[in-house]
């Protein structure tokens, strides 16, 4: 009898430990930024100059963003403040004038007082590239 008990206990164990861990990947998946709706892509180059696309996915409570670009001493090369639910806005770099400075794009939701950075790193070899990453 205590056999079947310890045996039931063992196999209690191992379906709740498989569950929990099946379960949680896809609750973490689904709350990577959900404060500021913003997505950033690269989405080509014109006349050998890197464009970059903000695309927001907001709601009526998340309409209102303040998009900043800073460059590497801290000054401040473009800010903009936009009111909208779902746009879409582009932004092409001129690499002759940034060279190889750092650029942060920092994209700040005014209703949730909550913020993501980008930092686009241009970076010059036989082919130039650009690398940009989310800062969290």
Known sequence: MKKIFSNNRLLGI?????????????VMAGEKNPAV????????????????????SGNAGQDEF????????GNSLYREKIKGEIFSKKFLLNTDEIEDNTLRFEIFCNSTKKSVVYEINPHSRFVQGMTFTEVK
């Not at 191992?14 to 896809?26: G, R």
């Not at 709706?37 to 927001?56: R, S, W, Y």
Request: aromatic fraction near 14%.
């Open 14 to 26: 191992a379906f709740l430990t498989v569950f929990s861990v099946a379960v949680s990947p896809a």
């Open 66 to 73: 303040t998009i900043s670009i800073i460059d590497d001493y």
């Open 37 to 56: 709706p913003v997505e950033m892509k690269f989405a080509g180059m014109i006349k050998n100059q890197p464009m970059f696309q903000l695309n927001f």
